[in-house]
C-alpha cells in the first residue's frame, strides 16, 4: 500500500474533523445567534454520525483516541450553543491545539505500535538515512 494511501485512511476522519471546525467557526462569524445555535447542532448531529461509522470501521487506535476526536465534535455543539459571540479568531488556536494533541497522539501510538510489531505507518515510519 501507498504511503499516500496509508496517510489518507489513517488520518481521513481527523483531517475532515479540522476541516469543518475552521469552515464552522468561520461562518459563525457572519451568522447571527440563532442560525448559530441551529448550525451548531445540526453539525454536530452529523458529525457524530461519521464519528459512528468510523468507530464501526476501527479508525480510531483506542478509546482516547476517539474521545480526543469526540471531544472536538463536542466543542462545535458547546460552544454554538453557549457562547454568544464568535467575533475573534481564536478558534484557530483552539483548532491548533486539538490538532497538535490529537494528531500528536495519533503519531505516538503508531510509533509505539510500529517499534512493537516491526511495521511502518504512514506518519510513523523511521527515516532513512539516503545517499550517505
Not at 451548531?40 to 468510523?54: D, Y
Not at 458547546?78 to 500528536?104: D, K, W
Not at 503508531?110 to 512493537?116: G, H, V
Amino acid at each position: 500500500m501507498c504511503a499516500l494511501h496509508k496517510f489518507i485512511r489513517n488520518w481521513c476522519f481527523g483531517l475532515v474533523l479540522g476541516f469543518v471546525y475552521l469552515a464552522v467557526f468561520n461562518l459563525w462569524q457572519v451568522l447571527d445567534r440563532e442560525w448559530i445555535v441551529l448550525s451548531s447542532t445540526a453539525v454536530s448531529i452529523g458529525l457524530f454520525a461519521v464519528f459512528m461509522v468510523a468507530l464501526r470501521q476501527k479508525y480510531f487506535l483506542n478509546r482516547w483516541d476517539a474521545l480526543l476526536h469526540a471531544s472536538v465534535i463536542l466543542d462545535i455543539l458547546l460552544e454554538g450553543t453557549l457562547i454568544p459571540e464568535h467575533q475573534t479568531n481564536g478558534f484557530y488556536l483552539c483548532a491548533v491545539c486539538f490538532a497538535v494533541v490529537s494528531g500528536g497522539y495519533r503519531i505516538y501510538l503508531e510509533k509505539r505500535r510500529s517499534a512493537q510489531t516491526g511495521s511502518n505507518t504512514a506518519l510513523a515510519s523511521p527515516i532513512k538515512n539516503v545517499g550517505h
